[in-house]
């Protein structure tokens, strides 16, 4: 085994490197100062050579090391032939903590990582840390968000996946002296049995605009109706922000799955949150915990919303986003 | 073509008792069927109801009680229900779970062209086991599928939703597919659908019976294990309450919050 932490580094169907990657460099290298400063790494998949474009960001990003296999079947991720050939290259590396983003194709690729090296995986951590004993303690939200639990492996590597925006890339660039390794892969066996016919570039573009927004108006069952989210949305226009809900007010119907703020929605971190006729159960607020600053309005003083909250107003969101339009 | 539809009985989450292994007490815990594997169980019978050459086998491992979820699917149109309950097999992690299941199907099922799972079981929200299973298996997975658009003897063609887009993919069987919500109609029971589940046999295996070791199983054959649970905020502030609009106001003005 060598000692290393492993980041896997996602192509996405634009060709740029999804910026999970980098967010997970920075805990990486948090982490790598925990264990005597243990190389952090990169594996990358290529349908061709290594460009210096890629090269650059990664220097720029940390990363001691970035070992990359090149192929022209890796033009698309297919689960069957990038699970074998990750494999393959994991075993190579042989790291000790292997880091993945709990993107859509980080989680369909993870699990076949880690059944076929017979290691512990842990999913959607909202933080990770080193043990007393030098392990990886990946804590994630559990039973609907009701509990924590913090998660160990007992072999190696010891795996886990990261939402977006749960960690934040690193403040000031790190220029490293980053060595590029290619692996010596067979892909000449490789086959897939998947074909992937078509691909529509999602139109709606709500999904990105709440993951990068700064300011985030959001609704739960407090808001009641639609008209209850149409005030949202006029606090939101006067903000210039985009709104937001939890998963009960989904539920009802109010707002759009893709505005879905929490555990099983997204994970937000915007400069100013507010929640309005939000209770605050925990699936909802691990989603909402790296908000710099949040605002709450809730007409129950004793709401759970309220012990995160930075500010807190008790009143019917009814009577109070109306004036507080007004005021702005 | 031959089915074999996974799906998981879960706890009432607002409801959460711990053993002092830190694993889930699910005694005495309501139970309902994953809401995920709702939508599954939904989109095979609809494959069925278009095509009588489908059968469908539905299976779960739990505890005895895991069975009603069983019935429910046979009453809705599954064919048969198959049940991995052994002691052995508690406090089993993503892992574990995809070794039981995929040595089930391997000793048991093995003439099957499709899996199908919910993307998510909504206790513990991990998206593994299916994955897991395909891996054991050897065989390609589709997670993220919205529909199931066409299938022919020896593949079949699905929609996946993605953060990125729309993707339309068609797949040689046998295969795992990892179904999201659909917007298909709920498939509801009728008189001899409910009839039909009462009556039906549920097969149950046990540990020896799909040829696993206690040691490969459960709890010890799990490689994560959960060292501490704790209820937790993520965020340390104390709120500081404000009493009238114009305060609300300038707060958030100083927050960002101006346009």
């Known amino acids: 085994m060598s000692s290393e932490i492993l980041i896997w580094a996602e192509i996405t169907h634009a060709k740029f490197i999804h910026p999970v990657t980098f967010e997970l460099a920075s805990k990486a290298i948090e982490l790598s100062c925990k264990k005597n400063n243990i190389p952090v790494s990169a594996l990358i998949f290529l349908e061709s050579e290594l460009t210096e474009d890629y090269k650059e960001v990664f220097c720029l990003n940390g990363f001691d090391k970035v070992y990359y296999v090149s192929c022209d079947k890796f033009n698309r991720y297919k689960s069957d032939i990038y699970a074998k050939a990750a494999i393959e290259a994991v075993k190579l590396i042989s790291p000790e903590i292997m880091l993945t983003g709990a993107t859509c194709q980080g989680r369909d690729l993870a699990p076949r990582i880690s059944t076929a090296l017979h290691t512990g995986l842990t999913a959607d951590c909202t933080s990770l840390d080193i043990n007393e004993e030098g392990k990886l303690a990946a804590t994630r939200p559990t039973f609907g968000g009701q509990l924590m639990a913090t998660i160990l492996s007992k072999n190696s590597p010891q795996m886990a996946t990261v939402r977006a925006n749960v960690f934040k890339p690193l403040e000031n660039t790190v220029r490293k002296n980053t060595e590029f390794i290619k692996l010596d892969i067979d892909t000449s066996n490789l086959v897939s049995a998947i074909d992937i016919t078509d691909f529509k570039k999602k139109i709606s573009s709500s999904v990105n605009e709440i993951n990068s927004a700064e300011i985030i108006v959001a609704g739960g069952r407090g808001m009641q109706s639609k008209e209850g989210f149409e005030l949202l949305k006029q606090l939101a226009k006067k903000l210039g922000g985009v709104v937001g809900a939890s998963r009960l007010a989904v539920e009802m119907g109010l707002a759009d799955a893709q505005c879905q703020i929490g555990q099983t929605g997204k994970t937000v971190s915007p400069k100013l949150y507010i929640a309005c006729g939000i209770s605050g159960a925990l699936q909802h607020t691990v989603g909402i915990a790296n908000s710099t600053k949040i605002v709450a309005i809730n007409s129950d003083k004793d709401a759970e919303i309220f012990k995160i909250a930075n500010y807190g107003f008790v009143g019917d969101a009814f009577e109070v986003i109306p004036k507080l339009i007004e005021t702005l | ?259």
């Open chain 2, 1 to 259: 073509m031959k089915i074999i539809l996974c799906i998981k009985q879960v706890p009432d989450t607002s409801d959460i008792k711990w053993t002092e292994n830190n694993t889930i007490q699910r005694e005495g815990l309501e139970s309902i069927l994953n809401p995920y594997d709702l939508y599954s169980l939904d989109s095979v019978v609809k494959l069925k109801q278009n095509n009588k050459d489908v059968r469908i086998s539905a299976i779960t491992m739990g505890p005895n009680q895991s069975e009603k979820v069983l019935r429910r699917a046979i009453s809705v149109g599954v064919d048969e229900g198959v049940l991995l309950s052994d002691k052995k097999f508690s406090g089993a992690d993503t892992y574990a779970t995809g070794k039981t299941i995929a040595s089930a199907i391997k000793s048991k099922l093995n003439d099957f062209d499709l899996i199908v799972c919910g993307q998510f079981a909504v206790d513990g929200d991990t998206a593994q086991t299916g994955p897991s299973i395909a891996n054991f298996l050897d065989i390609p997975q589709i997670t993220y599928v919205k529909e199931i658009l066409d299938y022919q003897d020896d593949s079949i063609t699905v929609l996946r939703e993605l953060d990125e887009g729309i993707e339309t993919v068609k797949v040689k069987l046998p295969a795992l597919i990892c179904m999201l919500k659909s917007d298909y109609e709920t498939v509801r029971a009728n008189i001899n659908g409910i009839k039909k589940a009462q009556l039906a046999e549920i097969t149950t295996y046990t540990i020896e019976d799909i040829g696993l070791q206690p040691e490969e199983a459960g709890l010890k054959g799990s490689p994560t294990y959960v060292s501490k649970a704790f209820r937790a905020s993520g965020r340390d502030v104390t709120c500081e309450y404000l009493n009238d609009i114009k305060s609300l106001s300038e707060a958030i003005k100083t927050t960002g919050g101006t346009k």
